[in-house]
């Protein structure tokens, strides 16, 4: 017999009535996963049959065609510098394009000097809350003015490590955020 | 009927109290019992003997949650008939949880004192209350209800794969402190 599953499950027989109680009450809050994929399902079919259409549609349709014959606008003469080209906007802080967001209370704040490790707690609603409930933002950027009981919008690179607490590595920003 | 006038109905003795518990709590006995046997017939029996018990313990009982306290009785009768199901090699629903349990048994090299199932009880409370209230109520319900992964998980709209991994980190996270704690079951 499973005697050590089963001292478990005795000892877990005996946690306080208002523990389990409050449990009995408590109503899960569903993720917005299910329907945020039908809606991009959705938005893709759209995308794919309109594209369809457009290809569908013989020249002359809905405007007129291009005129490929037309000769090309004069080059300037002189050399091209660098700073001539058309500038991309700048990515955010390092380089590194944003992949996901969140927003969070603030836990606990621990800063080694070297490194700072923000232990929060996503706000109900964001995605982050349905894989853990406490999160570990580890990061040698300097923090804002945070403590304890503050939002916080926090940028990473959309990998969260399955630890618990879960913990994020690649963060690209913490901002503190009103209440 | 509120939790404290079925109470007060066994303090003063008097029969109704169990039909009124069993109107209110009836459906959530027979399914906490099912979960752990799987067996109708088992859990119908097991039920009727919680009903006994809170006539025989109410008084001198009078607990805060009838719920919690009926609870409490129905697992360990369920649990009582589940060994003795499985001494006559009759397998159950505790299988399952009981092997999932068996997660949260820390590593001989780590411990350093054997522990009572109370006081295992308390040690796993303290764990709990410095959980978020989504991941305490995930956990009562999977390991005190005994609910299914697939009951839960539709309730919370994730996939049943997703669940269990969170089902298990739980599990690690509260190995991990008892064997912080250095206790040995």
Redesign the interface.
């Known amino acids: 017999m499973n005697r050590k599953g089963e001292t478990f499950f005795d000892a877990i027989t005996l946690l306080p009535e208002g523990m389990v109680e409050e449990a009995q009450d408590y109503a899960f809050r569903k993720s917005r996963t299910s329907w945020r994929k039908f809606a991009s399902l959705a938005a893709c079919m759209m995308l794919v049959v309109s594209l369809g259409l457009l290809a569908a549609l013989p020249r002359g349709c809905g405007g007129a065609a291009p005129d490929w014959n037309k000769s090309e606008p004069p080059i300037p003469s002189g050399d091209v510098s660098p700073g001539d080209m058309p500038q991309e906007p700048e990515d955010t802080l390092d380089g590194a394009e944003p992949a996901a967001q969140f927003t969070a209370m603030v836990i606990e704040v621990r800063d080694s000097g070297t490194q700072a490790i923000l232990l929060v707690e996503p706000m109900d609603g964001e995605d982050e809350k349905k894989v853990a409930d406490r999160i570990e933002v580890a990061t040698g950027k300097e923090l804002p003015e945070v403590s304890a009981g503050d939002f916080v919008l926090i940028t990473y690179d959309g990998t969260i490590q399955e630890t618990y607490p879960a913990r994020i590595t690649g963060v690209v920003s913490i901002e503190r955020q009103e209440k | 009927m509120e939790d404290i006038q079925i109470i007060d109905l066994y303090w003063r003795r008097d029969e109704q109290a169990i039909g009124e518990t069993d109107s209110k709590y009836g459906g959530?006995c027979h399914k906490l019992s099912m979960n752990i046997l799987h067996s109708f017939q088992d859990s119908e029996e097991c039920v009727s003997d919680a009903y006994i018990r809170c006539w025989d313990t109410m008084p001198p009982q009078r607990?805060?949650?009838l719920?919690?306290?009926l609870?409490?009785i129905l697992?360990?009768l369920s649990?009582s008939r589940y060994?003795a199901a499985?001494a006559l090699k009759r397998f159950g629903g505790?299988?399952i949880?009981?092997?999932?349990?068996?997660d949260?048994?820390p590593s001989p090299e780590n411990v350093q004192k054997t522990v009572e199932?109370?006081e295992?009880?308390g040690l796993?409370?303290r764990w709990?209350?410095g959980?978020?209230?989504?991941?305490?109520?995930?956990?009562?319900?999977r390991?005190?209800?005994g609910d299914g992964v697939k009951e839960?998980a539709g309730?919370?709209?994730?996939r049943p794969n997703?669940l269990t991994?969170?089902l298990l980190?739980?599990r690690?996270?509260l190995r991990?402190e008892l064997e912080r704690e250095g206790v040995n079951?």
């Open positions: 959530f607990p805060a949650s719920r919690a306290y609870g409490a697992r360990n649990i060994r499985h505790a299988e949880l009981l092997s999932e349990l068996e949260c048994v199932a109370a295992l009880s796993i409370a709990l209350q959980l978020g209230i989504e991941d305490r109520a995930l956990f009562i319900r390991y005190w209800n839960l309730e919370l709209g994730v997703a991994k969170r980190r739980l690690e996270a991990r079951i």
